[in-house]
């Protein structure tokens, strides 16, 4: 079986662990990654959800924080301090910045980011072929009004410094009408026997993605049944902020709100935790085939149960 999913960062990168599980032996697993958050930082090329991504499943991963590396350490970020360079709200430990530190060396010498994030998957072996949306430079930011003041800020900044404390008046992915879906994501699409959206957050991580032109039109016309999973539980996210960059788009935070914003014509199938039963009939109206499982990702083994729900409903589709 041929799988492709797209996927941000914690959330798609949990759930592509359990979905490994989930798999028989010989299935392939593309996994498109949403390069919006990507940041340029002290020179460096940094590439949160893709190193997330490949940081989880190759086993390098902090669990207790779901980003950034296991065992890290803070002297370079700490001597950086001294110097007064800076941003402090962001953490890049010891260990992440030799990752940043290669990613960039090889992109000055000429190399795509899909060359690099292949080679970086030669140490950390995912376990899946893990390809950026595009080589191209795509930024998700944010208008904000801090203290009276209209801005736009970077969505790290939005995310981790502001921690979304402020309301998202509108979420504009820079370069993404220009840029082009990276070698292999395309054909990959094609070729698919499921395609699978995990619980990532729907604006800035899967929507970014299907900003750049191609890729939403691709799993429109893919013959492959598309499969989403609900971020949202209960009326809101299971981790993270997703209600803010919902609102400025205008979608309710509900799990039939957000199969509503993919819409019947992208999505076949929908799942929805257990406790949001009572919205399948709605989403099924809309003309998406709906399923209530659960949908909390509370170890390895409860998340591949999620994966083979996912599977089974694309069986469905399409039998």
């Known amino acids: 079986m041929r799988i492709v999913a797209l996927a941000g960062g914690i959330g798609g990168a949990r759930f592509l662990r359990g979905l ?3 798999v ?12 919006g958050d990507d940041i340029h930082l002290y020179g460096l090329k940094v590439c949160p959800d893709l190193d997330t991504l490949m940081y989880t499943l190759g086993g390098g991963i902090h669990e207790e924080q779901g980003w950034g590396r296991a065992d890290e350490t803070w002297s370079i970020k700490a001597e950086m301090k001294e110097y007064g360079v800076g941003p402090e709200w962001f953490g890049l430990g010891d260990r992440d910045f030799a990752t940043h530190l290669v990613r960039s060396q090889m992109l ?5 980011l899909s060359q690099v994030t292949e080679a970086l998957c030669v140490r950390w072996q995912p376990g899946v072929r893990l390809v950026p949306m595009s080589d191209d430079r795509v930024e998700t930011h944010v208008r904000i009004t801090e203290d009276g003041t209209p801005k736009v800020v970077h969505f790290q900044e939005y995310w981790v410094r502001l921690h ?4 998202a008046e509108a979420i504009v992915p820079v370069g993404a009408d220009t840029a082009k879906p990276a070698p292999g994501v395309l054909e990959a699409i094609a070729a698919a ?22 890729i939403r039109e691709a799993l429109v ?3 492959a049944p598309v499969v ?17 960059v919902l609102a400025a788009v205008g979608v309710e935070s509900s799990a039939a709100a957000v199969a509503a914003h993919y819409g019947p014509e992208l999505l076949d199938g929908w799942l929805v935790d257990a406790s949001d039963a009572g919205s399948v009939a709605a989403v099924e109206e809309a003309g998406i085939r709906c ?7 509370t170890d390895v083994a409860a998340t591949a149960e999620m994966a083979r729900a996912a599977l089974a409903l694309a069986e469905e589709v399409r039998a």
């Open 20 to 22: 490994k599980e989930a």
């Open 164 to 167: 979304a404390a402020v309301d």
């Open 193 to 214: 026997d499921v395609i699978l959206l995990p619980p990532s957050n729907p604006v800035v991580s899967i929507g970014t993605i299907l900003a750049v032109p191609g």
């Open 221 to 223: 016309a893919a013959s």
């Open 228 to 244: 989403g999973l609900s971020p949202i539980v209960g009326g809101a996210p299971v981790r993270g902020m997703a209600d803010k």
């Open 24 to 35: 028989a032996p010989g299935d392939e697993i593309t996994v498109v990654g949403n390069t």
């Open 108 to 112: 000055t010498a000429g190399y795509s």
């Open 291 to 297: 399923r209530a499982v659960p949908l909390l990702m």
